[in-house]
């Protein structure tokens, strides 16, 4: 297959990732305001779907991330590499989506980027400095989002827990339309810029462009992928963040989703990649928990912390199978 070839099928592959991210990871922006009945299921998802394309086009710093720290140059790898790794991811995505399961999108590519690598190339083409940074932050951001939220959980009840149930209730649903739309504005603007390093990697690999600066049109492409993946809808998983950890109100979900947002908003601003998924359900944790702890569905809780250490082990496994594959069938 001619080589500018490979590259087409790199940005189908990752625009796929990005559309199916942006399906699985809909319940991290709208499961709290639709469980909480603040609003429509469908008004939701519109809602999520729009402000996910717009915080796409926040900034670049993740995707430069993505793209330069996870291997050591661009040149060590080729599009078929990338491809396995997103096949990898992809897999995953939609297995974990089937079972109902809130796993992260972004350890599943920082996992099959890995595996497609060391079958590829080996272990000396990734950049261990710049994984364990990524990984760490992954690793840190849900428990940050835990502890945070526990905290912002009793401010609101401290300030606000004089009023009666009804006032209470009516007033933060309201104001649960803002916190919603943060959350959905953080989500594009952290997850859309994975798939757009993806991309701007293989770019610089096949010699199309001088450096590590993201297109314009990748950009839009992948911004536009997330925002229809997003109106998709992921109904299976927005049914577990939403009633199955713990049940919310609407203070609580105002909570939990504003507490995301600026967890979310941080780590773009660092330009570390984080995952929405853990963020979300560590800020549902800690809100839960500002109520009582026996509040929080903690078996529900460890089948996902188990199903987030799986991830990375999981879809590096099958990208680097897809890449020997690869090799069977063209090399």
């Known amino acids: 297959m001619p080589d500018l070839w490979w590259l087409y099928a790199v940005v189908v592959f990752a625009l796929a990732f990005d559309y199916i ?4 990871d809909t319940a991290n922006a709208i499961a ?58 992809i897999f995953w995505n939609l297995l974990t989506w089937w079972l109902g399961i809130p796993s992260s999108s972004s350890h599943a590519l920082i996992g099959g980027v890995m595996g497609a690598v060391i079958a ?27 502890v945070t939220g526990y905290f912002v959980m009793i401010i609101l009840l401290w300030v606000f827990g004089r009023l009666g149930p009804g006032m209470l209730n009516t007033g933060f649903k309201r104001m649960q339309l803002l916190s919603a739309s943060l959350m959905a504005f953080s989500h594009g603007s952290n997850d859309a810029q994975k798939a757009m390093g993806i991309i701007t990697l293989s770019l610089l690999a096949a010699g199309q462009i001088p450096t590590l600066e993201v297109p314009t049109w990748v950009k839009l492409s992948c911004a536009m992928a997330m925002g229809f ?32 947002a600026l967890v979310i908003f941080g780590a773009t601003f660092l330009h570390l990649p984080v995952s929405t998924t853990h963020v979300v359900s560590g800020s549902i944790m800690g809100v839960g928990s500002a109520q009582r702890v026996t509040a929080v569905r903690w078996t529900t809780a460890r089948q996902m912390v188990f199903a987030w250490v799986l991830t990375i082990p999981a879809s590096g496994v099958t990208s680097a199978l897809t890449y020997y594959l690869y090799k069977l069938l063209f090399l």
């Open 21 to 24: 991210n942006g399906f699985h």
């Open 32 to 89: 709290t305001s639709v469980s909480t009945r603040a609003l429509a299921p469908h008004h939701a998802v519109w809602l999520a779907a729009g402000l996910n394309f717009l915080g796409a086009l926040l900034s670049t710093g993740v995707a430069k991330t993505i793209g330069g720290d996870i291997v050591k140059s661009a040149q060590l790898i080729d599009q078929p590499v990338i491809i396995a790794a997103l096949i990898g991811a």
């Open 120 to 146: 590829g190339r080996g272990l000396y083409a990734l950049k261990l400095a710049g994984i364990q940074k990524i990984v760490l932050s992954l690793i840190l951001s849900p428990v940050i989002a835990l």
């Open 229 to 260: 993946g997003t109106a998709a809808g992921g109904w299976k998983i927005i049914k577990t963040m939403g009633t199955r950890i713990f049940r919310m109100e609407p203070i609580n979900g105002f909570a939990a989703d504003l507490n995301s």
